[in-house]
Structures are given as structure tokens and as C-alpha cells.
Nanobody, 128 residues
Framework: QVQLVESGGGLVQPGGSLRLSCTDS????????MGWFRQPPGKEREFVAF????????HYADFAQGRFTISRDNAKSTVVLQMNSLKVEDTADYYC?????????????????????WGQGTQVTVSS
């Protein structure tokens, strides 16, 4: 079974950076497309970023474009979300998720139910 473990969250000042990591243990990591989602306090979960099985395709939410970068290292079974220029509104619990397959429509990667496995989340707080 896939077990995803996120790390790297914490408290950061506005304008700062954080690097979130998500590691899977014991599986062929390249069998899974990976996504990052977040849930701000009191709000619904939302899509943040996606990376395809071999890393050739990435997608970002509008708020993440230009500030966040998703990458993966299949040899290390790790996906990373580099977050720069953080804003107060980026405060949320961040989750990584793994999808064996995705529906064929163009925006399937944005939908939480498309993902088979989820990590426990890591908290990011952006505050001065």
C-alpha cells in the first residue's frame, strides 16, 4: 500500500519560502501521478499543483503559478513543492496525493477524488 508522508511545513513570514516534501515508501513511485492540495482554515480543499508520472507535465492553480514549483525524483520516491513569495492567504494544511490513473478529461488532475492515496498533511502558516 502506498504511504505518503509530507514534511517541511512550518511558520514563515510573508515573502518567505518553504519547501514541502512528500515521500512514499516501498512502491514504484513512477506508477503514480502526484498532486498537492491544500485546505485553508475554514475553507474547502483546493488544488495546488500536479506533476505527471515521469515529471514531464506540470500544472498549477492560478494562485500558485509563478510562485510555486512542483518537482519529483522517482529514484527517491519524493515529490517536492517549492513555495516562494508566500502570502498570508497561503496559510493552510498541505496534502500530497497519488493517482494511479486519471480520467481522460483535461482537468481531472485538479479533482481530489481522482487520487487514490493521501498523506496526513503538513501545516503551513504564513504570518508576520
Amino acid at each position: 500500500q502506498v504511504q505518503l508522508v509530507e514534511s517541511g511545513g512550518g511558520l514563515v513570514q510573508p515573502g518567505g519560502s518553504l519547501r514541502l516534501s512528500c515521500t512514499d515508501s516501498g512502491h514504484t513511485f513512477s506508477n503514480y501521478a502526484m498532486g498537492w492540495f491544500r485546505q485553508p482554515p475554514g475553507k474547502e480543499r483546493e488544488f495546488v499543483a500536479f506533476i505527471s508520472w515521469l515529471g514531464g507535465t506540470t500544472h498549477y492553480a492560478d494562485f500558485a503559478q509563478g510562485r510555486f514549483t512542483i518537482s519529483r525524483d522517482n529514484a527517491k520516491s519524493t515529490v517536492v513543492l517549492q513555495m516562494n513569495s508566500l502570502k498570508v492567504e497561503d496559510t493552510a494544511d498541505y496534502y500530497c496525493a497519488a493517482a494511479r490513473l486519471l480520467s481522460s478529461d483535461a482537468e481531472s488532475y485538479m479533482r481530489g477524488p481522482e487520487y487514490d492515496y493521501w498523506g496526513q498533511g503538513t501545516q503551513v502558516t504564513v504570518s508576520s
